[in-house]
Every structure is written in C-alpha cells, then in structure tokens.
Nanobody, 123 residues
C-alpha cells in the first residue's frame, strides 16, 4: 500500500507562484511513475503533468506547458510541482497519483491517489 499526501496549496494572485509537494509512504516511490491531476469547480479531473520513475522524462498538458515544472526526489520519496505565472483557470484541487501501466495522461493508469490540495488563483 502506498499513501500520498499533498501540500503547498493556497491562495495566490494571478502571475504568482506556488510549489506543491507530494510525499509518499513506503520504500517503493522510485518504482512508480508519478503524476499531477487537477479538478476545478464543476469540471472533471484532468491531467496536468507526469514524470517517469527516474525523472528523466516529463509530460505536460498544453494548458500548463511552459509555466509548470514537475520534478521528484526519489531519496526523499517526494514529488514537486512548481507553478509559475498562475492564472485564474488554474484554480482547482490538485491531486498526486502513482502508477505504472497505461498512458501517462489517463486517470485509470494510476492506482494510488492523494486527498488533494486546493489552489485558488485570484485575478
């Protein structure tokens, strides 16, 4: 069993920055591809970014590419999402997820999920 706990969310003005963290339990963090998803008000959960097990490959949705940066520290079992130049449309609950099978941008490809952290961007 893997437990994921997100932190770092909060309220920020448009153009500002936030850094989200996802800490995982257990000693198997490095064996999982990790990802961030988000769910805005009255929206479905959507893919944001993913990172390979050793961190050498990253993926981004078109809406965040160039503004967000994903990274991981396998020694600390932690994943990060650096959010720069945030926009009001980035307002959502952000979830971290762990998995290995399937396409990197699909919810069903991830087995373990955190509880989420709220990000609110004001204009």
């Amino acid at each position: 069993q893997v437990q994921l706990v997100e932190s770092g969310g909060g309220s920020v003005q448009a153009g500002g920055s936030l850094r989200l963290s996802c800490v995982t339990s257990g000693r198997t963090f490095s064996s999982y591809r990790m990802a961030w998803f988000r769910q805005g008000p009255v929206k479905e959960r959507e893919f944001v970014s993913a990172i390979s097990r050793n961190g050498d490959i990253t993926y981004y949705s078109d809406s965040v590419r160039g503004r967000f940066s994903i990274s991981r520290d396998n020694a600390k079992s932690t994943m990060f999402l650096q959010m720069n130049n945030v926009k009001p449309e980035d307002t959502a609950v952000y979830y971290c997820a762990a998995g290995n099978d399937g396409w990197y941008n699909l919810l069903r490809s991830y087995v373990y999920w955190g509880q989420g952290t709220q990000v609110t961007v004001s204009s």
